[in-house]
């Protein structure tokens, strides 16, 4: 099947109604004083909205700088969603959404339930390694301060995708922001000790970013949201001290397979069977470069 | 566990068949006495109404009068009320007549039910308890065809529950799993988890297990104390059948006590509250009374929870355990870490403390382990694990050969309490041992010498016991000390079997004799290791010694041939040896022997064998220079200097060869010695010829080439030569001695400190055994000096004069010794240090003016002015030509000043006008500044 149009099926498959929604948009106005008005938006014409209530004869206009929060009416297909991600087509899932959320765009600038579909594409991306987008989406999420937990993720995948990108310095003072660079103590938050572990090893600071991981795994074992990327991360630096310290290459392939025993077919066990293929080169390398020595 | 035992989804509905439902009123008691209608139809109304105890007989009566009926509607009408009646029973919690009524149910026909029917005689048979036939039953649902999702759902759970409570553990789980997918009651889903949890524990599928582990841990599931109990149960055994992964992979699901009490106190107050809400509306007693027990099953756990001893510490340092165990260090040691310091005094934080450090060095951060251990001496000198992390430091280091450390602990070993505990003895005894190894090593060897001693003296029963006499006689040995060292040996061979140095200590022994100056016994010890220990490492060197021994004999007519022993010895001492210093020494004393006797041809022959025998490992450039030094003796001059030349170009670039800086030095002093005017010029210009043709990726080579250049063109190009090398900043890779001994004067002549450091430290870390090592001392010792730092230049002289004595060359390091001395106020030691110049006849020269000005100088600070005249006296008239009359003007000036000091103005003036007429003064620099005051003096 031609990638596009499986793409339009799928999104039609998974998000009913789309169509039907495309010339007005169900939603329900809250204004003020929460006072909620049910119906369909019809159009907006700059700063103005033009409103249909169920019952009333006649749209009405309102600023949308005047309205609390909308509540668009979005119908998903919850199954097939968590089918695709459990199946980690996160690229079909991306394509879907962003399709099924299109005509909500241009309402992006009021406070809405959009929001929540906004995290789950930011993480998508982040998890495509798409970290501008990530990044571009937790910028506008993190200063939506209307829903607390919502906010800390924003912040939390904006901080990663700026680790993943590469870029220390932007990041560093993100953390610092934050202040998620202090209290990096046994009851410090796992996303914290992720994050600033993170950094450290992107600074080529193993030795502390280490620590920091290990804390993850060590007071947070409970909780496998974080425990996952952490267990990747934690063999990761083990390989990357491993360079100097062989022994620790053997410390990483215990994780890989501690990884491998508890998070099968997940984007982290797939990550750990990478890793564990370039181990053995470095392995390989390492007593070549021991023959070397030697024979001199 | 709580299991419940009622089946949750769809309601049953009561629904009776349209064709027996159209009858009127009845009275409950007139049953017997109703037409089947309406007995039919009153049974409908009272189940309509929730009237069941009333309907159960009427329903009875039906199916007693329709039971025997054949025809369909007469069969339909019995079963359908079997079932309502099955139904009421239930209703009114007699489940054992349901179940009757239901087994006779599903004995007929017509069965539209069979489904809902097999799940109630499921659930009737909760009560019972009878688990197989739930099984049964459940097994006989979903082998049916074409069921809905609430049957494969109830089958299922009824299924996993009864499989579950025959502790069929591996079967249980598959109808468990099918449970929880399917159910959208999260308390279903919750319980369902749980007993999955307990059947793979139980059933030892951690694979599966841990399969569930992520999802369950999404899930309040993980706060059920049961489940808790469990998996530390089984981890606990895991652990102790040293079943790590396992043991941890179950530890670490483990929640924490006030986590788990603080989650089931809020659920017990929700379910009151809700109990309380639901029973004002209205519910049957039997789910009141389930709601209760499921209350007070959370209670019970709680109390079985709050009632064990404290196991997260425990937990914890166990789960750290198996990380190290398992090589994920990190992960162990911030739970150790953690551990100690909630709490640095009990059992469990100290021993955390000691995995800590354990771990840190495991993986190598040895400076933070360090740091740790430091702060728990200081912390707890008397602490626990003292001894045992101590040990740990001391043993590091002793690998890290970074003695200095070592010794630096002496006081916390010190300051350890007294123990009569047989491990902390040992331990004691082995930080003894360590710290006396760190003293050795760091030449302390008196210090050393203590710590065995302790050993030997509080510790007879020691493992180290034994070493430790052996290696204190080593110590003596090392000072000198032969006499004391001596017993040490013997007393070791005597006590030692089979010792490990039982063939050392012999030799020693007779190392000892030879210090002692008993050459007899030293020479019969020695004949006595070699007939006893031929094949030890050390036969070589007996050979050798005993050579040195025959060598130093005095040939006389009774015994003419000791020379020739002495060279058999040698030979032997080649051939035995098992290292090519060994050799080395061997074959170049025999050299010396050989010199002695003026046999030269013979020297070139053995230097010949010697590096044949030991080929690439053989001194070559050593062994060339022997060779050259007898073709000198012969005649052979030009053969000698080509031999030389050879040599340099063969090994000059390797700058470990360092005998190749000797064969320098040699070559300019023959130049200078036994060539012509011409064949200096002939050598100098193959020098330069060797320069021009060099391979440039040879810079040792050529660095060592221009060196000799320079050497051979005298002293003055020479330092220039090591001043330009110092200026260009010469890589220290490409330096040997001989290009170090000129940039180290270099650095000395421009006072240039931080050069002397530099190329002092790495000239005696590289080249510890060259001749010119001195220059890295000098340089050493002018560093110190002009850091005016006295102890350390006293240390650097006494180094440097430990390996070069009174060589010629070191006349430098005992007048530096005396001024420094003399700097410090010691003036005793300053004079006797000035006097010992006077002592060695090589140092004649201005040096000997310099020691006898340094004697008069100390009188002086002493106040005894009238010896301090007499050796000023002494400068002037013994030293008058050194250094064109320097020191003797200066030994005239200090004279005059003294006298002064003492009142005898005229005799100064007379001194010093002998100063202006004595020949050796009377040009000198300093005569003009005298002229001109005794010209204001005597009002010219």
């Known amino acids: 099947m031609n990638k596009s149009v499986f793409a339009l099926t799928l999104a039609g498959a998974c998000f009913l109604g789309a169509a039907a929604q495309a010339a007005s948009l169900a939603a329900t106005l809250v204004m003020p004083g929460d006072k909620e008005w049910e119906g369909s938006i019809l159009s907006r014409d700059g700063d103005w909205i033009e409103f249909q209530t169920g019952t009333s004869p006649r749209p009405i206009r309102l600023g949308a700088s005047t309205i609390k929060e909308l509540q668009f009416s979005i119908k998903l297909d919850q199954d097939k969603l968590n089918e695709m991600n459990n199946n980690r087509e996160y690229e079909r899932v991306i394509t879907a959404l962003t399709s099924v ?196 | 566990m709580k299991f419940f035992s009622r089946l949750h989804g769809r309601a049953m509905k009561a629904v009776l068949v349209a064709a027996v439902c159209s009858s009127g009123i009845a009275a409950a008691q007139d049953f017997a006495s109703m037409g089947i209608s309406d007995l039919v139809g009153s049974a409908d109304r009272m189940l309509q ?29 019995a079963q359908t009320c079997r079932f309502q009646l099955a139904r009421a029973y239930f209703q009114v919690g007699n489940a054992s007549e349901a179940v009757s009524v239901l087994e006779d149910y599903l004995a007929n026909d017509p069965r539209p039910q069979e489904r809902t029917a097999l ?75 749980i007993m999955i949890v307990r059947a793979l524990v139980e059933g030892e599928q951690w694979r599966e297990l841990f399969g569930w582990i992520p999802r369950i841990y999404r899930t309040d599931s993980k706060y059920d104390i049961t489940l808790n109990l469990t998996l530390m149960k089984a981890g606990r055994a895991r652990f102790e059948d040293d079943d790590y992964l396992n043991a941890l992979l179950l530890y670490r699901m483990v929640l924490p006590r006030e986590k788990l009490l603080a989650f089931a106190e809020e659920r017990v107050s929700a379910l009151v509250d809700k109990l309380d809400a639901d029973a004002k509306r209205g519910i049957t007693e039997a789910e009141t009374d389930e709601r209760r027990t499921e209350i007070e099953n959370i209670r019970e756990s709680m109390t079985v929870l709050e009632e064990l001893p404290p196991y997260e510490d425990e937990v914890s340092f166990r789960i750290g355990q198996i990380y190290a165990e398992v090589r994920r260090f990190w992960e162990g040691y911030v739970l150790f870490d953690e551990l100690y310091k909630k709490d640095r005094t009990s059992e469990i934080g100290e021993a955390s403390m000691l995995q800590s450090v354990l771990v840190l060095y495991d993986v190598g951060q040895t400076d933070k382990a360090e740091e740790r251990i430091l702060r728990y001496l200081k912390e707890r000198p008397d602490g626990q694990y003292a001894r045992t992390l101590q040990t740990m430091l001391l043993r590091d280091n002793l690998i890290k050969q970074n003695f200095a450390r070592v010794v630096e602990m002496l006081p916390n070993v010190q300051q350890l309490p007294a123990t009569d505990d047989p491990a902390e003895l040992e331990l004691q005894t082995d930080l003894h041992y360590m710290m006396a190894f760190g003293f050795f090593q760091s030449f302390d060897y008196i210090s050393a010498g203590e710590q065995f001693t302790e050993i030997i003296e509080n ?15 080593m110590t003596y040995l090392m000072q000198g000390r032969y006499s004391s060292a001596l017993p040490d040996f013997q007393k070791y061979q005597a006590e030692n079997q089979y010792g490990e140095h039982l063939a050392a200590a012999l030799f020693r022994e007779g190392v000892c004799y030879f210090g002692m100056e008993d050459i007899e016994q030293a020479e019969a010890t020695f004949t006595r290791f070699i007939e006893t220990y031929s094949d030890d490492l050390l036969i070589s060197e007996a050979y050798s010694m005993r050579g040195d021994i025959e060598a130093a004999k005095e040939a006389t007519n009774d015994d003419p041939y000791t020379l020739d022993r002495a060279l058999a010895d040698y030979r032997k001492g080649i051939d035995t040896a098992s290292s090519s210093q060994q050799a080395s020494y061997a074959a170049f004393q ?10 030269w041809q013979e020297i070139i022959d053995l230097m010949q064998y010697y590096m044949d025998r030991w080929e690439e490992q053989a001194d070559v450039a050593e062994a060339a220079f022997w060779i050259g030094q007898a073709q000198i003796e012969l005649g052979q001059v ?23 800086d000797k064969i320098i030095n040699e070559l300019v002093k023959i130049s200078q010695t036994h060539l012509s005017e011409s064949d200096r010029e002939d050598l100098a210009l193959k020098v330069k010829l060797k320069l021009t043709n060099i391979d440039p990726r040879y810079e040792v080579l050529r660095l060592r080439l221009q060196v000799a250049e320079a050497l051979l063109q005298g002293e003055d190009i020479a330092e220039a030569f090591g001043a330009e090398l110092l200026e260009a900043g010469t890589p220290l890779k490409l330096t040997s001695p001989s290009t170090l001994a000129l940039m180290c004067d270099a650095a000395v002549d421009t006072g240039n400190t931080e050069e002397m450091k530099r190329l002092s430290e790495y000239f005696i870390e590289k080249f510890e055994e060259s001749d010119l090592l001195w220059h890295a001392y000098r340089a050493q010792t002018f560093m110190h000096l002009a850091d005016e730092n006295y102890e350390e230049t006293l240390r650097s002289i006494d180094e440097a004069q430990g390996l070069f004595g009174a060589e010629p060359f070191m006349g430098w390091a005992q007048i530096i010794k005396a001024d420094t001395e003399y700097r410090m106020g010691s003036l005793k030691e300053a004079e006797a240090s000035y006097n010992t110049i006077m002592g060695v006849p090589e140092w004649r020269g201005p040096l000997f003016a310099e020691a006898m000005l340094g004697m008069g100088n100390c009188r002086v600070a002493a106040g005894d002015l009238e010896a301090a005249h007499s050796f000023y006296q002494r400068v002037y008239l013994l030293f008058k030509s050194y250094d064109d009359g320097q020191w003797a003007a200066k030994g005239y000036l200090a004279s005059a000043d003294v006298l002064v000091r003492m009142g005898e103005e005229e005799k100064a003036v007379n001194t010093l006008k002998a100063m202006l007429e004595d020949p050796y003064t009377n040009t000198s620099p300093l005569a003009e500044p005298v002229r001109e005051q005794l010209k204001k003096y005597e009002g010219q």
Request: glycine letters at 4%.
């Open chain 1, 101 to 296: 959320l299109e005509p909500y765009q241009e309402f992006a600038d009021i406070p809405s339930n959009l929001s929540f579909y906004n995290s789950l594409l930011m993480e998508l991306y982040y998890k495509t390694g798409n970290y501008e987008k990530t990044r571009e989406i937790a910028a506008s999420l993190a200063v939506d301060d209307r829903d607390a937990a919502l906010q800390l993720k924003a912040r939390i995948f904006g901080a990663l995708a700026l680790i993943d990108a590469g870029d220390a310095e932007r990041a560093e003072a993100l953390l610092e922001e934050y202040g998620w660079n202090e209290g990096l103590d046994s009851a410090a938050a796992p996303e914290k000790l992720y994050i600033a572990a993170k950094l450290l090893a992107l600074k080529k600071e193993y030795a502390d970013a280490m620590e920091l991981v290990a804390k993850v795994i060590a007071f947070n074992s409970h909780d496998p949201d974080w425990m996952q990327p952490a267990e990747l991360l934690c063999a990761e630096i083990y390989m990357e001290l491993g360079k100097e310290n062989p022994v620790m290459l053997d410390s990483a392939e215990e994780v890989i397979r501690e990884i491998s025993l508890l998070y099968k077919d997940t984007d982290e066990d797939e990550r750990a069977q990478q890793l564990k293929v370039k181990i053995e080169a470095l392995r390989a390398e390492l007593e070549l470069q021991k023959t070397i020595e030697e024979s001199e």
């Open chain 2, 49 to 77: 109404r929730g009237d069941y105890r009333t309907a159960i007989p009427a329903l009875a009566e039906v199916i007693n009068r329709t039971g025997a009926l054949t025809d369909p509607q007469g069969r339909e009408t």
């Open chain 2, 119 to 193: 799940r109630m005689m499921a659930q009737g048979f909760f009560d019972s308890e009878n688990w197989e036939k739930i099984e049964e039953l459940s097994l006989r649902l979903l082998s049916m065809k074409d069921l809905d999702k609430d049957d494969v759902y109830n089958g299922n759970l009824l299924l996993g529950q009864a499989r579950f409570r025959q502790e069929k553990w591996a079967e249980s789980v598959a109808p468990l799993g099918i449970a929880v997918n399917t159910t959208k009651d999260p308390r279903v889903e919750q319980l369902c988890q």
């Open chain 2, 459 to 473: 510790y007879p029963q020691s493992s180290h016991r034994a070493d430790s006499v052996y290696y204190r006689g």
């Open chain 2, 590 to 599: 025999a050299a010396k022997v050989y010199k002695l006797e003026y046999k």
């Open chain 2, 638 to 660: 030009n053969e000698a200097v080509e031999a030389y030349l050879d040599v340099i170009e063969r090994f000059g670039n390797d700058a470990a060869q360092f005998g190749v």
